[in-house]
C-alpha cells in the first residue's frame, strides 16, 4: 500500500549511473524522477539525458534506439536527436535539409555532469536550470585511492526519511547496537550540511584520533570521510525512482599504502560495517510512515534542524 509522504521529489542533482558502465554507443532506459529517460553515451564520450519517447509516434527510445554519431535514433522510423533534444534529421521524410525537420520536433533535455565516475542528472520540480554544482571530490579521480567499491539498493522510502535518520541519534544504539556515538558539530551554508564526530578510537596499536565527517550537498549527494584507522571515502547519491522507492548507490574508496590497497582487513572491515547498517535501516524504513509533527525528545538529534535545512529543495511544494 502507498505511503503518503507530505512533500514532492526533491530539486538537486542525482546519480543516475556509474561513468564506466556507460561506454560508447550505448543507450540505456531510466525510470527514475517518476518518468520513464534515456541514458545515452554519443560516440564520442558524451553522456546525455532525454526524455524518453519519440516525438513522432511515440516509441521509447531505450528500447532498440541506438547511437549515431552524437545523435540517438529512434527504433521506429529513424529520427535522430541530439543531446540538446533537438531533430538532427528524419531519414524517412521525402525531404531534405531543415525542411524535413517539423519546428517542434524535440525532447526534453535533462542537464547531465559527469564527475567523480558518477553520470549526475539534474531535477526541479519548476523545471529550473541547475542552481548549484556537483562537487568534486578529489578522492575519487586520484590513483593513490582504490577503485570504487560499489554497493546498489533500490529501497521504498523518500530521500528525508534517509536524510532524517543520520542525524537521528538514538537509532544507532537500538539498531546498530552501538554503545555510543558522540555529538556532532553541524553546520550548513545555502544547499551543503556538514557534521563533524571526533571521538577516540581503540586500535591494536592504542588510541587515535578518529573522525567521521559527513557532506551532503542537496539530497541527492554525499561524501563522508572516515579518518583514524585507514582513510575511507563514501561517496553516495539516492535518486527518487518515484514518489515511492528511492535507488542509492554507494562507493567507497581508500587510500592506498605503497602504492596498493590497505592490507589486513581494516579496510574491508570499515567497508562491511557501513553496509551491515545501512541494510539494518532498509525494514524500518520500509515499514515506517512519516509523522509530520512526531513527539521529540532531547535525545533525538537535530531532526527539526534537519527538516527546516531540507525544505528550500521542494519547489514543487
Sequence with gaps: MARHFPFPLPDGWFAVSYGDELTAGQVRPLRVFGRDLVLFRTEAGHAHVLDAHCPHLGAHLGFGGRVAGEAIQCPSHGWCFGGDGVCRAIPSSSLSGPAAIPAEARIRAWPVVERNQMVWVWHHGGGAPPAFDVPVVAEANSDDWTPLARHVWQIRTRNQEMGENAVDRAHFRYVHGTATLPDSEIATDGVVRRAV????????????????????????????????????????????????????????????????????????????????????????????????????????????????WARQFYSGA
Design 197 to 308: 564526530q571526533r571521538a577516540r578510537m581503540t586500535t591494536p596499536r592504542g588510541e587515535v584520533d578518529g573522525c567521521i565527517e559527513s557532506i551532503s550537498v542537496g539530497m541527492g549527494i554525499g561524501i563522508v570521510r572516515f579518518t583514524g584507522i585507514c582513510e575511507t571515502v563514501l561517496l553516495s547519491s539516492t535518486t527518487p525512482v518515484d514518489d515511492q522507492v528511492v535507488e542509492t548507490r554507494f562507493g567507497f574508496t581508500q587510500r592506498k599504502v605503497g602504492g596498493e590497497a590497505p592490507r589486513g582487513g581494516v579496510g574491508a572491515a570499515i567497508i562491511r560495517d557501513i553496509v551491515k547498517q545501512m541494510n539494518e535501516d532498509i525494514p524500518i524504513w520500509e515499514n515506517k510512515i512519516f509523522l509530520e509533527r512526531p513527539k521529540l525528545c532531547d535525545g533525538d538529534g537535530p531532526i527539526g534542524e534537519y527538516r527546516r
